[in-house]
């Protein structure tokens, strides 16, 4: 009874003890396998949806010759920070493939706003902020893992709490957020663009240290610093 109730609530590893070599032992061990190629399953699945969102987000920059290729190099600058970080082999895997997704609320946007060759309007910016809740809303119904949303709910949040969309600040950022937040703008503010010039790496370095403890995390910044310089 007690394997049903974590069966039913999605807890698909729970496995009942089994004691004992009569007819309930045999039944608690059909239980558990049935319970771990569920699991299996779930995770092929997951794993299909995570494919296919993916190639979503590549599909959406494509489109734009200035965003081409945005995503996959965030989730290399993540991967380089959180290994610099000295992050556990999971979390530095679980950043890379959030990172891959953080845009994934884009998809909401009109295309027209996203591609707009001018400086974006204060209409137009607070329409593209809304894409992180866009991208909440998107995962929530079928991923496992809720650092993941969180990173693509909270990559836009600031140091400082002046961030979107619900303005937390310090520690009360997912560190995988902090994370992807610097090397998003990183990438956006070394990629060029029809109304701005594209920085440089050390005239883009210079700004991730100017906003460190504001914009971005200071551990994260020192870290992605070290990356950068090859230290």
């Not at 600058?77 to 950043?95: D, F, P, R, S, T």
Request: aromatic content about 6%.
């Amino acid at each position: 009874m007690e394997g049903t109730r974590h069966i039913s609530s999605g807890d698909l590893q729970y496995h009942v003890k089994i004691e004992g070599a009569d007819e309930i032992s045999e039944l608690a061990s059909a239980f558990n396998r049935m319970a771990s190629n569920l699991h299996k399953a779930r995770e092929k699945l997951v794993d299909y949806f995570y494919r296919a969102i993916q190639t979503l987000v590549r599909v959406l920059e494509s489109r734009d010759a200035y965003t081409k290729g945005h995503s996959d190099r965030v989730a290399k600058y993540a991967e380089k920070i959180a290994v610099e970080m000295g992050l556990a082999a999971q979390k530095v895997e679980l950043v890379k493939e959030a990172a891959l997704l953080h845009d994934i609320g884009k998809l909401g946007v009109q295309e027209m706003i996203l591609k707009k060759k001018s400086e974006l309007s204060e209409e137009d910016r607070q329409t593209i902020r809304k894409h992180p809740l866009i991208g909440e809303e998107l995962l929530k119904p079928v991923s496992l893992n809720k650092e993941m949303i969180a990173v693509v709910k909270e990559h836009h949040e600031r140091y400082d709490g002046k961030g979107y969309p619900d303005g937390l600040a310090g520690d009360k950022i997912d560190i995988l957020a902090a994370i992807v937040s610097a090397a998003d703008s990183y990438d956006a503010m070394t990629s060029h663009r029809e109304y701005r010039k594209n920085l440089d790496k050390d005239e883009a370095i210079e700004q991730l240290r100017k906003n460190s403890g504001l914009q971005f995390n200071p551990r994260v910044v020192e870290a992605f610093v070290r990356v950068l310089e090859g230290k």
